[in-house]
């Protein structure tokens, strides 16, 4: 909170809003989408390229771009590829297996780095192993398969089909997969080798749902795989490649059903006494070997936690999700210690400092409350992670919304975080334009960049393709997806109201940090008008004539006047203050005098600035 008026005044010119490309949410669903199709329960991100998968769509045609309304293999499962070359995003690509079967659930995880995509198909029945074996061998029933696709120009093509070495029915390969380069991770989570470590006998089944991650290598065009990992402390139903992140040469593996009880980094593994705590492993390679590098657990390990239901891992930082953790803390690094919120969630961020790792932060929403399930997916990018909250139940909608509302049961939110030096901090709350109970919006999160990509996967629209209406909701558990800009700092949280030259918009200039310039220009607006500036430093929202939402006018909030040009325009510049708390938000909207506008009054865009 600003105490001093010099603060609040400085921040008021410098609030006002940004292009419309920052903050803006755009709303994807698939091109053929359908009842259950559940369209967003996978997702990823690479540059100008999204892709989404819908586990349970039903076509049958194999490969690229077929027959979309071909709906003769039930619940087979599809993927969607959008791209954006700069006059918004369109669907490029259409995906199905090349041997698209009943109930495969290709789709079930995505993962892409520029012109390669993966996919898995935890439900595919192949029983022949290794690279480009038989496809129309169907003897290991949901013994999983992984599907390779690459791109030349436009035009995507199937490069691979990947299985174990050793498939067995229900392993389930392809649960998740994670690519870096040529480096592609596979996980089978019900995998049953029982040898610990890197290189096992994978044909060992002893140990029942232990779970494993296989590491395949491209060179050229050709796949092969390079390991087969393992927990050094596999246990039955560990679910260990439940969870899968790569980077360059580093692997993390969440194992969600893990039973140690122990905390922080390099506990004693032997101590299973906390069942279904969970746990992640990190493994290096150097050259072509791989080793495990580190044992991660909670700083607050707790049974039935399932620390490992999502992990993610860039450069030198780890994110694991804990998504039934019963902390009642808020914000970051709050106390852990008081469980009394049950499955509100937690995640947590790691770092490595040469080949040591050490807990850097303990992540929990700004509005946690039991059942919310915050990080049950995941996702990080450089200095930003998503969390995604899939049960949590405010009804209002956008960015910044109104948290307190609590009336959409299981509609969903997402979380970003900013790091700043070695400081975490809220950057931004999200909720989908059209929120609505049941949609669980963040039940699967992606960020790359600066693009953050959201999935919705029982939102019922049905509507179809790119920016389409939301209203009808008569098509159950069909899916959607959600993408946005999050550079920041600024960002467009929309309602206008138009007047006489249609909305007024604000544009904004600058970053939010001390001593840097910054400001906002009034365009478009009455000329020589009245306007008044509604300033909130808070995340209420109050309402103001006809309905309209402005940030809350009320303290600590400022309501400052001021009159356009006769241009209609108008331009503020200051220098932002020192002293502003990394992740302060600020809100405003400018109400312009317009006697053409409903009840008198013009309303600009509002708009939200974070510090950085």
Same mark, same amino acid.
């Given at each position: 909170?600003?105490?001093?008026?010099?603060?609040?005044?400085?921040?008021?010119?410098? #609030?006002?809003?940004?292009?419309?490309?920052?903050? @803006?949410?755009?709303?994807?669903?698939?091109?053929?989408?359908?009842?259950?199709?559940?369209?967003? !329960?996978?997702?990823?991100?690479?540059?100008?390229?999204?892709?989404?998968?819908?586990?349970?769509e039903d076509g049958g045609i194999a490969g690229?771009?077929?027959?979309?309304?071909?709906?003769?293999?039930?619940?087979?499962?599809?993927?969607?590829?959008?791209?954006?070359?700069?006059?918004?995003?369109?669907?490029?690509?259409?995906?199905?297996?090349?041997?698209?079967?009943?109930?495969?659930?290709?789709?079930?995880?995505?993962?892409?780095?520029?012109?390669?995509?993966?996919? %898995?198909?935890?439900?595919?029945?192949?029983?022949?192993?290794?690279?480009?074996?038989?496809?129309?061998?169907?003897?290991?029933?949901?013994?999983?398969?992984?599907?390779? *696709?690459?791109?030349?120009?436009t035009t995507w093509t199937q490069q691979a089909?990947?299985?174990?070495?050793?498939?067995?029915?229900?392993?389930?390969?392809?649960?998740?997969?994670?690519?870096?380069?040529?480096?592609?991770?596979?996980?089978?989570?019900?995998?049953?080798?029982?040898?610990?470590?890197?290189?096992? +006998?994978?044909?060992?089944?002893?140990?029942?749902?232990?779970?494993?991650?296989?590491?395949?290598?491209?060179?050229?065009? /050709?796949?092969?795989?390079?390991?087969?990992?393992?927990?050094?402390?596999?246990?039955?139903?560990? +679910?260990?490649?439940?969870?899968?992140?790569?980077?360059?040469?580093?692997?993390?593996?969440?194992?969600?059903?893990?039973?140690?009880?122990?905390?922080?980094?390099?506990?004693?593994?032997?101590?299973?006494?906390?069942?279904?705590?969970?746990?992640?492993?990190?493994?290096?390679?150097?050259?072509? /070997?791989?080793?495990?590098?580190?044992? &991660?657990?909670?700083?607050?390990?707790d049974a039935g936690d399932v620390f490992g #239901?999502?992990?993610?891992?860039?450069?030198?930082?780890?994110?694991?999700?804990?998504?039934?953790?019963?902390?009642?803390?808020? $914000?970051?690094? %709050?106390?852990?210690?008081?469980?009394?919120?049950?499955?509100?969630?937690?995640? =947590?961020?790691?770092?490595?400092?040469?080949?040591?790792?050490?807990?850097?932060?303990?992540?929990?929403?700004?509005?946690?409350?039991?059942?919310?399930?915050?990080?049950?997916?995941?996702? #990080?990018?450089?200095?930003?992670?998503?969390?995604?909250?899939?049960?949590?139940?405010?009804?209002?909608?956008?960015?910044?919304?109104?948290? $307190?509302?609590?009336?959409?049961?299981?509609?969903?939110?997402?979380?970003?975080?900013?790091?700043?030096?070695?400081? !975490?901090?809220?950057?931004?709350?999200?909720?989908?334009?059209?929120?609505?109970?049941?949609?669980?919006?963040?039940?699967?999160?992606?960020?790359?960049? /600066?693009?953050?990509?959201?999935?919705?996967? *029982?939102?019922?629209?049905?509507?179809?393709?790119?920016?389409?209406?939301?209203?009808?909701?008569?098509?159950?558990?069909?899916?959607?997806?959600?993408? &946005?800009?999050?550079?920041?700092?600024?960002?467009?949280?929309?309602?206008?109201?138009?007047?006489?030259? %249609?909305?007024?918009?604000?544009? $904004?200039?600058?970053?939010?940090?001390?001593?840097?310039?910054?400001?906002?220009?009034?365009?478009?607006?009455?000329?020589?008008?009245?306007?008044?500036?509604?300033?909130?430093?808070?995340?209420?929202?109050?309402?103001?004539?006809?309905?309209?939402?402005?940030?809350?006018?009320?303290?600590?909030?400022?309501?400052?006047?001021?009159?356009?040009?006769?241009? $209609?325009?108008?331009?503020?510049?200051?220098? !932002?203050?020192?002293?502003?708390?990394?992740? *302060?938000?600020?809100?405003? @909207?400018?109400?312009?005098?317009?006697?053409?506008?409903?009840?008198? =009054?013009?309303?600009?865009?509002?708009?939200?600035?974070?510090?950085?």
């Amino acid at each position: 909170m600003l105490t001093s008026p010099r603060h609040r005044l400085a921040v008021l010119f410098a #609030i006002l809003c940004t292009p419309a490309a920052f903050g @803006q949410q755009v709303y994807l669903k698939a091109s053929n989408s359908q009842v259950e199709d559940q369209f967003g !329960w996978s997702s990823a991100v690479s540059g100008n390229t999204l892709v989404v998968g819908a586990r349970y769509e039903d076509g049958g045609i194999a490969g690229v771009n077929g027959d979309a309304f071909d709906n003769s293999a039930f619940n087979a499962g599809a993927v969607y590829v959008f791209v954006d070359a700069g006059l918004g995003w369109v669907q490029q690509a259409y995906l199905k297996a090349s041997n698209p079967d009943d109930l495969d659930l290709f789709g079930t995880s995505v993962a892409i780095d520029g012109d390669t995509l993966v996919v %898995g198909a935890r439900r595919e029945a192949g029983s022949v192993g290794g690279v480009d074996g038989d496809q129309g061998d169907n003897g290991a029933d949901s013994a999983g398969a992984a599907y390779v *696709f690459v791109r030349n120009g436009t035009t995507w093509t199937q490069q691979a089909y990947l299985k174990a070495a050793h498939p067995d029915p229900d392993d389930l390969f392809g649960s998740s997969v994670a690519l870096s380069g040529d480096t592609l991770i596979v996980g089978a989570p019900a995998e049953d080798g029982s040898d610990p470590g890197v290189d096992g +006998d994978s044909s060992d089944n002893g140990l029942p749902g232990s779970g494993a991650a296989f590491v395949f290598v491209r060179k050229g065009t /050709t796949w092969s795989q390079q390991a087969y990992l393992k927990a050094s402390n596999p246990g039955n139903f560990h +679910d260990f490649g439940w969870s899968l992140g790569v980077s360059g040469d580093t692997v993390v593996v969440g194992s969600r059903r893990e039973n140690g009880a122990g905390t922080g980094v390099d506990a004693d593994q032997l101590l299973q006494t906390a069942p279904i705590a969970g746990a992640a492993y990190v493994f290096v390679r150097n050259g072509t /070997t791989w080793s495990q590098q580190a044992y &991660l657990k909670a700083s607050n390990t707790d049974a039935g936690d399932v620390f490992g #239901i999502s992990a993610g891992v860039s450069g030198d930082t780890i994110v694991v999700g804990a998504y039934r953790e019963a902390s009642s803390a808020t $914000g970051v690094n %709050g106390d852990a210690s008081d469980d009394s919120a049950f499955d509100t969630g937690a995640a =947590y961020v790691f770092v490595r400092n040469g080949a040591s790792w050490s807990q850097q932060a303990y992540l929990k929403p700004s509005n946690g409350e039991a059942r919310d399930q915050f990080g049950r997916s995941v996702a #990080i990018s450089g200095e930003r992670v998503l969390v995604g909250a899939r049960r949590e139940k405010s009804s209002a909608s956008g960015i910044a919304a109104d948290q $307190g509302d609590n009336n959409a049961l299981d509609a969903g939110a997402a979380y970003l975080y900013k790091r700043s030096g070695t400081t !975490w901090a809220q950057q931004l709350f999200i909720k989908p334009p059209n929120t609505s109970a049941g949609d669980f919006f963040g039940g699967n999160v992606a960020l790359g960049g /600066t693009v953050a990509l959201v999935g919705s996967p *029982f939102e019922d629209s049905v509507a179809t393709g790119v920016g389409g209406l939301m209203q009808d909701d008569s098509s159950m558990n069909a899916g959607a997806a959600h993408v &946005l800009d999050v550079k920041g700092p600024w960002y467009d949280l929309g309602y206008a109201q138009a007047g006489t030259h %249609g909305d007024p918009v604000l544009t $904004g200039f600058g970053r939010l940090a001390p001593f840097k310039p910054a400001g906002m220009t009034l365009t478009g607006a009455l000329e020589n008008a009245p306007f008044f500036l509604f300033v909130g430093f808070e995340t209420g929202y109050a309402s103001f004539e006809g309905g309209t939402l402005v940030p809350s006018p009320n303290p600590p909030g400022l309501v400052i006047p001021a009159v356009t040009d006769g241009g $209609g325009d108008l331009t503020l510049r200051t220098t !932002w203050p020192s002293g502003v708390p990394v992740g *302060f938000s600020v809100f405003a @909207q400018a109400w312009v005098v317009d006697p053409a506008a409903a009840s008198g =009054y013009a309303a600009s865009n509002a708009v939200l600035g974070v510090t950085p």
